[in-house]
């Protein structure tokens, strides 16, 4: 099957966008599709600076030319991230343009056109000018609002465009963190394989082969994607695209993102910067899906077929420990009752985390061959990463290794979502896992 096919397959299944044309030139079809999509609708393309030079200039005066009725709306900051202010400027011009998005940029102008057109209950267009996230074709966008990082749900664009030769010509670290969004689904497939055994989030079958039957293979060719090659940047944009329709098929983001883009909404809900500038989605799900290989490869290294169940049972802490301590964890963070809120929300109670854990214990060698199978080692994802041009190491992102060791503790507790770290909290290994990783000898050894 060709990636078209499997594209054009997935789509059937999820039913939300119902169109996506990714080639070289293929900029050209917008005003054309926009037509067949949204008859006789006026249409409004919004851009920033950059991707209106990009594009978004080319796709305007396409579409005066072929007879779209069609305005235009520049954001005018110059470094942006997905923030609720934009989602209310974005609002404001949908309503008083009373015209359909068409939103040209990556992930961020993207995501909040995605909502803003919720907002006005209508559906729009979306012409991607870098393959730098999954969340062109993703149900929800993901937002700073009240100063956490939330996913809102809405539904994804009505039609996808993604021109090759504006993709290839976009910055190489934008596809070099499009490459690291798409490996993050690695580690991500591995936890929901661990929410799936203790039965919090089944896995949702469609949803999961569109994505994890064609993942490695588009994780193949790092030296293409560095080397900017059309046919492999067109490969990662087909990857990332099956990666969002995923999210719509399960209708939640389960089945691209787990723990390790936790790292990424700290960083976010903080403002982190490195040499004064905010660095990308893609990067900073980089340094968490290295992390997270370096956890499942110190796990892989376990035996919990011997796994004492009525201990870890017996020692299991209450509700109001747990909450105790998210507060305490949190009390400095820009949202003091994130982790609070969400352990309230995935708290196990004793008998729960005895059915859990008896059926790691009973499951051990077939369930630790499945995620040895699903994972890739923290070396080779590193080796990948070097060569597609994505960060190897945390400092590249400005993050120390003593940060990072300290952000783990808060991603365990800041989404209600089952991870391999409220796996290792529950089999009483969590301590040993994270001294591992960052001890001496471990892939984030602190110096
Ligand atoms: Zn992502």
Redesign the pocket.
Known sequence: MTNKERIAKALELAGQTKAVECAPGALKCVPELFKRYFPNKKAVVIADNNTWKAAGERVYDMMLAEGVDCVKFIIPDEEFHAEWKYIEMIDDVLKTTKAIAVSVGA?VINDICKLSSHHCNQHYMCVATAAS???FSSFGA?IVYQNAKQTFECPAPLVIVADVDVLAAAPKEMTAAGYA?LA?KIPAGAEWMIADLFGTEPINSDAWHVLQDVLDDMLSDPEGVAAGKPEAIAALFDGLTL?GIAMQIAGS?RP??CTE?LY?HILDMTHHRYKGKLQS??FQ?AVGTLTLCAFFDEFFKMDLSTLDVDKCVADWPTLEQEQQRALELFKDFPVPKLGYTEITKKYSDKDAVRVQLTRVKENWPEFKAKLQKQCYTFEKMRRLFEIAGAPTDPSQIGVTREKLRADTDLTQLMRWRINLLDLAKRAEIYDTLVARVFGKGGAWEIK
Request: glycine share 18%.
């Open positions: 992930g996230v999954d969340g993901s969004d993050a990666s983001s691209a993102s883009h990424n989605h893609g799900v």
